[in-house]
Each structure stands twice: as structure tokens, then as C-alpha cells.
């Protein structure tokens, strides 16, 4: 299976800070399946991004993803208050499905 | 509006069975692929299953093939999951979605989830 490596596993950042989260596969992700997903306490997990750099609907455009093969990252441009949380990357281009462990975006 | 509505997460004995439903609406249900994924406390996310839109093919990772059932009623517009021979590891919040792999035929991120439905496996 392929195995999403997340990094780093905690941030701690001030609001209107650039971040970039970083995904590395074990091995190459088909056609760039890729997807993050942000997930807030006692909250489900929300699609940020598919297919490595498409944004879901409704997604605000200070969420980006880029990457191609086995390295993938998701830029956050200028966080914002409600920006704090997990995040999770995911590939669904092989069986089966894989999740990242998640990177921890804390307020500093 | 999409909403998908989990329930029949409970408290279970190891050895015990389960099924879940996951009431679906807001969409054409049956265009769409269907997935479970699930979430031990404290824990990351764990793909369970995904079942293809007429249902006549699925898809399990192995820690649930054979003894996991993912199904769904289009008539009814739910998805379920029935679970035996369930174990303390197994318990978890389970959330369904709409999306998922179907090996050779559909590749969807999972692009709305429900609410999840706790699944409690203890003697």
C-alpha cells in the first residue's frame, strides 16, 4: 500500500503567516490522486483539495496544492483564525485508499 | 444541499455484529460512488470501503475484507455497512462519504461526509 508521510506533525503559527504542508508517498500517486482535507474538532473532515491541485467548492483561494508524483504540498497563503486545525492528505488513485497521519496547525 | 446522516453506532461486545446506515440526500445518489471511513479516538482517518453507484461492485482494504458489507439501497438512497466479528481495534467513529476507488472504473476524492456514528467494541 501506499504510505503518506506528513510533515511536520505540529505548527504553531500566528494568524496571516504563510504555511506549507508537505505529503510524501512511498511510492508514485496515480494520475496525481491526491487530496487534502482539513478536520476541526468534533467535526467531520472537509475536502480542501483534489486531484493534487484543484480546490474544492467553496474553498477560499488562500488554500493551494501543488506537487506531482510522490511530493506534495498544501500552501495556506494567509492563515486565518478558523485556519486551525488537521490536516490530512489522502491518496485514492490505488487501492486501497491511504491517509496521511496529519500535520496539527496550532495557534502560536 | 448535501447532507449524509449516519446512525446505528453502539456499544457491541467483541465477537458482535453491527450495521450502519447512512441516509443520503441533496444528490443523485445514484451517480455517485460511496465510502466509509472511519476514525479511532484521537486517531487519524482509516479508509473502510467504497461501493460503486449500482452497487454491483465494492472495494475493502484488508483489514476489513471479510468480515466488512458495504451495501447500499438506491430506492432508499442509504448506504450501509454491516460489520461482524468486531474487535476492541474496530472501535472508532464511522463516517460515510461521497466519493471513493472503484479499481478500473472511479476515482473520486471524498467530497462530503457525514456527521459519523460511534461504534463502541467492549465487553
Known amino acids: 500500500e501506499i504510505v503518506l508521510t506528513q510533515s511536520p506533525g505540529t505548527l504553531s503559527l500566528s494568524p496571516g503567516e504563510r504555511v506549507i504542508l508537505s505529503c510524501r508517498a512511498s511510492?508514485?500517486?496515480?494520475?496525481?490522486?491526491l487530496a487534502w482535507y482539513q478536520q476541526k474538532p468534533g467535526q467531520a473532515p472537509r475536502l480542501l483539495i483534489y486531484?493534487?491541485?484543484s480546490r474544492a467548492t467553496g474553498i477560499p483561494d488562500r488554500f493551494s496544492g501543488s506537487g506531482s508524483g510522490t511530493d506534495f504540498t498544501l500552501t495556506i497563503s494567509r492563515l486565518e483564525p478558523e485556519d486551525f486545525a488537521v490536516y490530512y492528505c489522502?491518496?485514492?488513485?490505488?487501492?486501497?485508499?491511504?491517509f496521511g497521519q496529519g500535520t496539527r496547525l496550532e495557534i502560536k | 444541499e448535501v447532507q449524509l446522516l449516519e446512525s446505528g453506532g453502539t456499544l457491541v461486545q467483541p465477537g458482535g455484529s453491527l450495521r450502519l446506515s447512512c441516509a443520503a440526500s441533496?444528490?443523485?445518489?445514484?451517480?455517485?460512488?460511496m465510502s466509509w471511513v472511519r476514525q479511532a479516538p484521537g486517531k487519524g482517518l482509516e479508509w473502510v470501503s467504497s461501493?460503486?453507484?449500482?452497487?454491483?461492485?465494492?472495494n475493502y482494504p484488508d483489514s476489513a475484507k471479510g468480515r466488512f458489507t458495504i451495501s447500499r439501497d438506491n430506492s432508499k438512497t442509504t448506504l450501509y455497512l454491516q460489520m461482524n466479528s468486531l474487535r476492541a481495534e474496530d472501535t472508532a467513529l464511522y463516517f460515510c462519504?461521497?466519493?471513493?476507488?472503484?479499481?478500473?472504473?472511479?476515482?473520486?476524492?471524498?467530497?462530503?461526509w457525514g456527521q459519523g456514528t460511534l461504534v463502541t467494541v467492549s465487553s
Open positions: 461501493i460503486s453507484p449500482s452497487g454491483d461492485t465494492t
Open positions: 486531484d493534487a491541485s
Open positions: 489522502q491518496q485514492y488513485g490505488t487501492s486501497p485508499i491511504t
Open positions: 511510492q508514485s500517486v496515480s494520475n496525481n490522486y
Open positions: 462519504a461521497k466519493g471513493g476507488l472503484i479499481v478500473g472504473r472511479i476515482t473520486k476524492a471524498l467530497g462530503y
Open positions: 441533496g444528490f443523485t445518489f445514484t451517480s455517485y460512488a
